[in-house]
């Protein structure tokens, strides 16, 4: 981080912060409906849940995808851009976690338009069909506010905890020292996790029981989130 200026710092706090209007606090991916199945249950195992999900998800999908969308963006290279974007999308196991991607890449592009409407990176992400996935426009964006990559990536990391962290103290639920004992958990387990993207050869999507509870959520009869 000490290579970060002040400036860039700000922004990657700004980009982690749950106030960014992308609504990233309307989804659970697939945790509200492993409390209906009474996988979790409590603090441990919600935290054992998330745990999982940085390692398996974050770590080797998600991340992985970000900082590949990170160079093609420091390149101007939108066939790569376009590449990355149609893995994302094709790579979604159920038609919630298809629609977050979109919704949200969508609604971070929006705020990007307004935030740097003549970066020359701009055009390559608003070309993106059928829509931009979030964690391609993300790994764009800071590189486009000039981050280095480890920063970003762990940026993005503890946005998602903190994310999901919120979302298991209102699913299991949890009370808010436990919601900050659980995050404080995936915060010490996030620098391995971005160590595991930075070396990953390539995105790699494969969490079949994730994809279960995330086509079960569809169905389920009382919902809280939108996946």
Do not use: C, K
Request: glycine content about 6%; hydrophobic content about 50%.
């Amino acid at each position: 981080m000490s290579a970060e200026s002040p400036a860039s710092l700000l922004h990657l706090l700004w980009l982690a912060s749950p106030a960014l209007p992308v609504g990233g606090f309307s989804y659970s991916e697939g945790l509200e409906a492993a409390v209906d199945a009474g996988v979790v249950h409590d603090e441990t195992s919600a935290g054992d849940w998330l745990l999982n999900q940085l390692a398996l998800v974050q770590a080797r999908a998600e991340l992985p995808l970000a900082a590949a969308a990170h160079a093609a963006a420091l390149a101007l290279d939108g066939t790569r851009l376009a590449e990355l974007n149609a893995w994302a999308l094709q790579t979604r196991e159920s038609a919630e976690s298809l629609q977050q991607a979109q919704q949200m890449g969508r609604s971070l592009l929006a705020w990007l338009q307004g935030q740097l409407p003549d970066h020359p990176a701009l055009p390559l992400l608003q070309a993106l069909t059928p829509a931009p996935a979030w964690g391609v426009v993300m790994g764009a964006t800071t590189a486009m506010r000039s981050a280095a990559l480890e920063p970003a990536l762990q940026a993005m990391a503890f946005g998602w905890a903190e994310n999901l962290m919120q979302a298991a103290v209102r699913a299991v639920p949890l009370g808010q020292s436990a919601g900050q004992r659980l995050l404080a958990r995936l915060v010490q387990a996030i620098p391995q996790a971005v160590d595991a993207a930075l070396a990953a050869p390539e995105p790699l999507a494969f969490a079949p029981l994730l994809g279960v509870y995330g086509a079960r959520h569809e169905t389920q009869y009382s919902r809280l989130f939108r996946s």
